[in-house]
């Protein structure tokens, strides 16, 4: 399986130019605790890699003294990236946790203001987007999140569907909770299954053609709903009358 790991991208056009600039100028060599090996790209989207020394840490017992001890060891990691202006959106390949090493490094360059946001996918309306792109399609799994498992307990599962004719009724009945959906795909190049996640995370099967790819990443930022923090209103005439009484 293939995985890609989005957020939203926050840059001005000037301030992408001077990111660009600025990678290019940090080329990895030989040698190098850190630096970057770029790809092919446009005007408005940069990919490439970026290697970096990682700090491993392990513990074990002392011979001698029986006791605990935390050894440190470096080794060089690689985060393949993709900067994509135009859509607004950043990603990593593989593990997301690369997106906090590429977002330090970014953002410690002269010169280049950069953001990156989560995202919030409808985890509902994309999967249906999608299936109304490519007809022959099945919903195979959703995550569905604050699932009333018994009596006052609730849990985060993944549910496979027995008759997969139910898939869209089960997306529209837990829509607000739904967390993730696997589909499967028959194409002319063969069968292929994908997997959304809310957080923005992609996950593709090794025979899944690259124009299915390509589509569900530019639909990522059509399916962002903005979470809107609800504030506490507070009556201060009836605080006072509280405290007089």
């Known amino acids: 399986m293939r995985a890609l790991h989005f957020k ?14 600025a990678m290019e100028e940090l080329a ?13 790209g446009a005007a408005s989207r940069v990919q490439g890699k970026y290697y970096y020394v990682k700090t491993n840490k392990t513990k074990s017992i002392d011979r001698k003294t029986l006791k605990p001890v935390e050894e440190k060891s470096e080794a060089l990691a690689e985060c393949r990236f993709g900067l994509d202006l135009q859509h607004g959106l950043v990603h990593v390949e593989e593990r997301r946790g690369e997106l906090n090493a590429l977002f330090e490094a970014l953002d410690a360059m002269p010169d280049v203001g950069i953001e990156f946001a989560d995202l919030n996918v409808n985890v509902k309306d994309y999967v249906f987007e999608l299936q109304r792109a ?9 995550r569905i999140k604050d699932y009333l498992a018994r009596e006052n307990m609730l849990a985060s599962a993944t549910f496979k569907m027995l008759d997969v004719r139910e898939g869209e009724k089960l997306c529209e009945k837990f829509a607000l ?6 589909l499967s795909f028959k194409l002319p190049s063969g069968r292929c299954q994908f997997t959304v996640t809310r ?5 593709f099967s090794d025979d ?8 569900a990443r530019e639909l990522l930022p059509r399916f962002h709903e903005a ?19």
Do not use: C, H
């Open 8 to 21: 939203i991208l926050v840059s001005s056009g000037d301030s992408f130019k001077a990111l660009r600039r």
């Open 227 to 245: 979470e809107v923090e609800t504030a506490e209103i507070r009556d201060p005439v009836a605080a006072q009358r509280k405290r007089s009484r």
């Open 28 to 40: 990895f060599e030989s040698g190098m605790e850190r630096g970057f090996v770029m790809g092919e």
């Open 134 to 142: 490519y007809n022959k399609n099945e919903i195979r799994n959703l």
């Open 208 to 215: 899944t053609p690259q124009e299915l790819v390509d589509y």
């Open 199 to 203: 957080k923005g995370s992609l996950r």
């Open 177 to 182: 909770q739904l967390d993730a959906a696997t």
